[in-house]
């Protein structure tokens, strides 16, 4: 594809129950970078790939969330027994190397809403 | 936490006019990049600049970056009402991962 893919682009679910975001990155991007927004804030840093794995995940709030990036390239994001705080839209960036030295290229986000 | 800090958080101006956003941040960097958003979802990229440049043009926007301040400047010239939308700086951190932290953004409303 042209871009970064997220789907799905809306998720309602309730609240205590497992959910997986998924991130399709620019194909050859090696970097992948997970952030979430809440309304009127910036993004929060979640997690980065480099490759397979997980370069720096300091940002994940709790051990209710993990990531995935089995082969280099798709990206799940999942989130075990949700909570309401949990809603908020879940963007996915790739880029062609490290993220601080390089332009990032987002997709369009999940927005997630636990009920 | 988050590393760069927009001023000011809102911004309303006429069409024709310059529009002049500003963002401050903590630790030293190797590049700040500003990315806009309209409506909440994806970010675009608009322009990257390294911490041994100190000013960057591209179109209408020129950014300026002073890291003896910590700072840097976004200038939108001759706005448009399609520039309406959110603006963010984000920075790595020299020295440590290599993560881009974004500031809260300033919205910009560009009233035809």
């Known amino acids: 594809g042209a871009g970064v893919s997220q789907t799905p682009s809306n998720k309602v679910t309730e609240k205590g129950k497992y959910v997986e975001l998924r991130c399709d990155p620019i194909s050859g991007h090696t970097a992948l970078y997970w952030y979430r927004q809440s309304l009127g804030q910036g993004p929060e840093f979640l997690i980065y790939?480099?490759?397979?794995?997980?370069?720096?995940d300091s940002g994940l709030p709790n051990d209710r969330f993990f990531a995935v990036r089995p082969e280099g390239s798709v990206s799940t994001l999942k989130i075990q027994r949700t909570e309401r705080g949990d809603s908020a839209v879940y963007l996915c960036a790739s880029s062609p190397g490290a993220l601080g030295r390089e332009e990032a290229f987002f997709g369009q986000g999940t927005r997630l809403t636990v009920v | 936490s988050q590393q760069g800090e927009e001023d000011p958080q809102a911004l309303s101006i006429q069409e024709g006019e310059n529009a002049t956003m500003n963002c401050s941040y903590k630790?030293?960097?190797?590049?700040l990049q500003w990315y806009r958003q309209n409506s909440g979802r994806g970010l675009v990229h608009l322009i990257l600049?390294?911490?041994?440049?100190r000013e960057k043009h591209s179109g209408r926007l020129r950014v300026t970056l002073d890291t003896s301040k910590k700072s840097s400047s976004l200038l939108i010239t001759a706005s448009r009402a399609a520039d309406t939308a959110s603006y963010f700086c984000?920075?790595?951190?020299?020295?440590?991962?290599?993560?881009?932290?974004f500031g809260k953004g300033t919205k910009l409303t560009v009233n035809p």
């Open positions: 984000a920075t790595d951190s020299q020295g440590g991962s290599e993560k881009l932290v």
């Open positions: 630790t030293s960097i190797n590049n």
């Open positions: 600049i390294r911490s041994n440049e």
């Open positions: 790939f480099q490759g397979t794995g997980a370069a720096d």
